[in-house]
């Protein structure tokens, strides 16, 4: 059975920096692309990143230049690296598992991680 554990999540000043983990297990993790998802209160969720299995990347705009996906095969893990934080970056972070074609498509989901950042 598939699962997705986030971790790396917390409180962090403005400018700061912030390491998301997420540990796959009961998939071929190198099959799958990797996405991480955020959700503010009173928002819809968003997709930040996206990752194929071969390491082609995509961003949203809001934290291009800012965050960096990547992932380790032989560790099933995925990873967002956050960096320049924003106050408007806090949410419940959600790693996904899924196929991307043309666009990403999430098939199995973490239990979300928060991240809060202060002004």
């Known amino acids: 059975q598939a699962q997705l554990v986030e971790s790396g999540g917390g409180l962090v000043q403005a400018g700061g920096s912030l390491r998301l983990s997420c540990v796959a297990s009961g998939i071929i993790f190198s099959a799958y692309a990797m996405g991480w998802y955020r959700q503010a209160p009173g928002k819809q969720r968003e997709l930040v990143a996206v990752?194929?299995?071969?390491?082609?990347?995509t961003y949203a705009s809001s934290v291009k230049g800012r965050f960096t996906i990547s992932r380790d095969h032989a560790k099933s893990t995925g990873y967002l690296q956050m960096n320049s934080l924003k106050p408007e970056d806090t949410a419940v972070y959600y790693c996904?598992?899924?196929?991307?074609?043309?666009?990403?498509?999430?098939?199995?989901w973490g239990q979300g991680t928060q991240v809060t950042v202060s002004s």
């Open positions: 996904s598992a899924g196929y991307y074609v043309s666009e990403y498509d999430p098939r199995y």
């Open positions: 990752i194929s299995p071969g390491g082609r990347t």
